[in-house]
């Protein structure tokens, strides 16, 4: 069913330049006005999606204005399209590469503005499940090249892949919270990644820097989740899902469906996750343990969390059997986190959200046995075993574990952690009286944030 226009401005000066009917011959104008800028591949499918709120970058509304004032004779201001506010869009599966690329664009060029300003926006679940399935089954893309400046060489997207292994090192170490560390990237992407996903580029080359740009474009996701600034991790995510797409990438984009699957779990959206997940599995095919192993187990997640006891035992099984075949394998840095201790974790939360609390904390010692990078990971899971030890009634053990979860917290900025100790805080407050609660409840409090040059009230 086709969905109703919502930018009534553009719909009409498109009807009074004859092109209400002709929004093929539109774009191929729009195309050609912007050919200075690089060979365009907008279409009637790209103006269907600008009717409908998509909000294409500036340069191609100059593009769009330009065409529209040749054909009713007269100027027309980049306001009269319809594209108003500063919104960041929606998490709608871009239809090409091209798309994605102004998609990515305008949303990179603005969040890189934002420093600490809310976003407002939020999850949709329906929209996952609308770019689950366009990712699955669209047809992949023919080729991937374009005109423009600059020329790329295979040497010139290596160091994008580092820069994605990198930013995914601090994410692990200090968590996604920090607005500044996501505005840095942001920037980075908006500077130096944008012109390169405008330049020239033959297919292998292009297929590359789709792959690296989609690994950048799904780490902002992530951290933005972390964040928990959940509508724009799932805008990006979508994005990222379609230059992995195009970049014929299938893991990465089932890595990435994985993680929209384990936002949605985080999220409560129990009836979809299930949904996810599934389709993560499913197109990844043929893959190596450990990406099968993390799949999984975030399927796992979603059984345990919908209390489908069945399915969540027979996806740990199938996760454990793939950690135990991960040894020696290659496999893709980004998948290269997972270890044991990963789904020790993840096992322990399904156990624990089927109540099943002292089957959960068989696996606790094995939960915390991390490297020392997964700062973040340690905090969630120490104060996930004192949560479930609450839950069993031990709390002694929730106090102790508590406590080390309180320790390592001050060095990890994210919202899935502040969560975490809330869920514990109150778990612990019936127990307040006691000596021990006391103590733990003051260090898990959370410290005001200081205002060193503010002067006296």
């Keep these: 069913m086709a969905?109703?226009?919502?930018?009534?401005?553009?719909?009409?000066?498109?009807s009074a330049a004859?092109?209400?009917?002709?929004?093929?011959?539109?774009?191929?104008?729009?195309?050609?006005?912007?050919r200075a800028q690089g060979s365009w591949r907008y279409d009637a499918a790209s103006v269907y999606w600008w009717l409908r709120g998509r909000r294409p970058a500036k340069h191609v509304q100059t593009a769009m204005a330009e065409t529209i004032a040749r054909k009713l004779g007269r100027p027309v201001e980049m306001a009269e399209l319809g594209f108003v506010g500063s919104d960041l869009g929606d998490a709608t599966y871009p239809p090409t590469a091209s798309d994605a690329i102004e998609a990515a664009g305008g949303l990179w060029t603005l969040l890189a503005q934002r420093i600490s300003s809310p976003t407002g926006k939020v999850f949709h679940s329906g929209a996952a499940l609308q770019a689950a399935l366009a990712w699955?089954?669209?047809l992949p893309d023919t080729k991937v090249t374009r005109e423009g400046v600059p020329s790329l060489t295979a040497a010139d997207i290596?160091?994008?892949?580092?820069l994605a292994e990198h930013f995914a090192d601090l994410d692990r170490r200090h968590g996604g919270g920090s607005p500044y560390t996501r505005a840095l990237m942001a920037d980075l992407l908006?500077?130096?990644?944008?012109?390169?996903?405008?330049?020239?580029?033959?297919?292998?080359?292009?297929?590359?820097?789709?792959?690296?740009?989609?690994?950048?474009?799904?780490?902002?996701?992530?951290?933005?989740?972390?964040?928990?600034?959940?509508?724009?991790?799932?805008?990006?995510?979508?994005?990222?899902?379609?230059?992995?797409?195009?970049?014929?990438?299938?893991?990465?984009?089932?890595?990435?469906?994985?993680?929209?699957?384990?936002?949605?779990v985080y999220l409560g959206h129990t009836r979809d996750t299930t949904r996810l997940s599934e389709a993560a599995l499913d197109g990844a095919?043929?893959?190596?343990?450990?990406?099968?192993?993390?799949?999984?187990?975030?399927?796992?997640?979603?059984?345990?969390?919908?209390?489908?006891?069945?399915?969540?035992?027979?996806?740990?099984?199938?996760a454990e059997k793939a950690v135990d075949r991960m040894c020696g394998e290659d496999r893709p840095h980004w998948v290269s986190y997972f270890s044991p201790a990963h789904l020790a974790g993840t096992t322990l939360k399904c156990l624990s959200d089927l109540r099943l609390h002292r089957q959960a904390l068989?696996?606790?010692?094995?939960?915390?046995?991390?490297?020392s990078a997964n700062a973040r990971t340690r905090v969630l899971h120490s104060a996930l075993i004192a949560l479930a030890h609450a839950q069993a009634g031990d709390i002694d053990a929730a106090c102790?574990?508590?406590?080390?979860?309180?320790?390592?917290?001050?060095?990890?900025?994210?919202?899935?952690?502040?969560?975490?100790?809330?869920?514990?805080t109150a778990a612990l407050n019936p127990h307040r009286a006691t000596a021990d609660v006391h103590d733990l409840l003051l260090m898990l409090a959370p410290t005001p944030p200081s205002h060193p040059h503010a002067g006296p009230r």
């Design 190 to 264: 908006a500077r130096q990644v944008l012109p390169m996903l405008h330049g020239a580029y033959a297919d292998a080359v292009g297929r590359d820097l789709m792959r690296a740009s989609a690994t950048l474009c799904g780490q902002l996701a992530f951290m933005s989740y972390d964040a928990g600034e959940h509508g724009v991790a799932q805008h990006h995510v979508t994005i990222a899902l379609r230059l992995a797409k195009a970049a014929g990438d299938r893991l990465y984009g089932a890595h990435l469906l994985a993680n929209l699957a384990t936002q949605a």
């Design 400 to 424: 102790t574990w508590g406590r080390e979860a309180a320790r390592h917290a001050p060095q990890v900025r994210s919202a899935r952690v502040t969560q975490r100790v809330q869920e514990l």
């Design 158 to 162: 290596q160091p994008l892949h580092l």
């Design 362 to 371: 068989r696996h606790a010692s094995d939960a915390i046995t991390l490297a």
């Design 285 to 318: 095919g043929r893959a190596p343990a450990a990406v099968r192993a993390r799949l999984y187990a975030t399927a796992a997640s979603a059984y345990g969390r919908s209390g489908d006891r069945r399915a969540c035992r027979t996806a740990l099984a199938k």
């Design 18 to 34: 004859g092109y209400g009917g002709a929004h093929a011959a539109f774009a191929r104008q729009v195309n050609h006005a912007g």
């Design 3 to 14: 969905r109703s226009v919502t930018n009534k401005a553009l719909d009409a000066l498109l």
């Design 136 to 138: 699955r089954y669209d």
